[in-house]
């Protein structure tokens, strides 16, 4: 009688574990200084920001940390960061690859972030805000190559892609769905 009681009680210890289970709880961290760990477990939860936010247009701290880890991370825990199982930190690895003047395979890891669907990011912007794929993200606003969306003021950036590079992303970006572009 004791045993059917312990089975069932203990499956649903499993159960109730198993469903608040995080990905990131078992994430490697070998290879990450601690600096760079501190930076990414504070900025997980903010999603990405243009800069200025809300009604009185305020800078929040998440837009100084992102671009600090994009300046301070190396080349090798940026690329460790691509496999981050959350999608803000993806995005922030992803995108400080492409910052790197001295990172080589650009068109490379582009490519692997327009088909790194598991997570998305959450862009905000203004006083709104928008999920989206992380490639999504990099093409529209950090690349700025995508001819279908809006322009933005000033001169496009230049990361030193070719326009046969541009053109292969735009193609394998144009077959994946979008997620704000409805």
Not at 78 to 99: D, H, M, Q, S, V
Request: aromatic fraction near 12%; charged fraction near 25%; charge should be positive.
């Amino acid at each position: 009688m004791l045993f059917p009681i312990l089975t069932i009680i203990g499956i649903g210890i499993v159960l109730v574990l198993s469903s608040f289970y995080e990905k990131s709880w078992t994430y490697n961290w070998n290879g990450i200084r601690g600096q760079i760990k501190d930076s990414i477990k504070v900025a997980v939860y903010g999603g990405i920001s243009t800069g200025f936010v809300g009604y009185d247009a305020r800078k929040p701290a998440q837009f100084d940390r992102r671009y600090w880890i994009m300046k301070n991370a190396t080349e090798s825990e940026l690329l460790k960061l691509t496999e981050y199982p959350n999608g803000t930190i993806k995005t922030i690895a992803y995108e400080g690859l492409i910052r790197k003047s001295e990172f080589k395979e650009k068109t490379n890891i582009i490519l692997e972030a327009i088909t790194d669907t598991e997570y998305h990011m959450y862009l905000q912007s203004g006083c709104t805000g928008t999920p989206m794929n992380i490639g999504e993200y990099l093409v529209d606003f950090v690349l700025q190559i995508d001819d279908r969306s809006p322009p933005f003021a000033g001169e496009k950036p230049n990361f030193g892609l070719t326009k046969t590079d541009e053109k292969l992303i735009l193609t394998e970006y144009r077959k994946v769905p979008s997620l704000w572009k409805k």
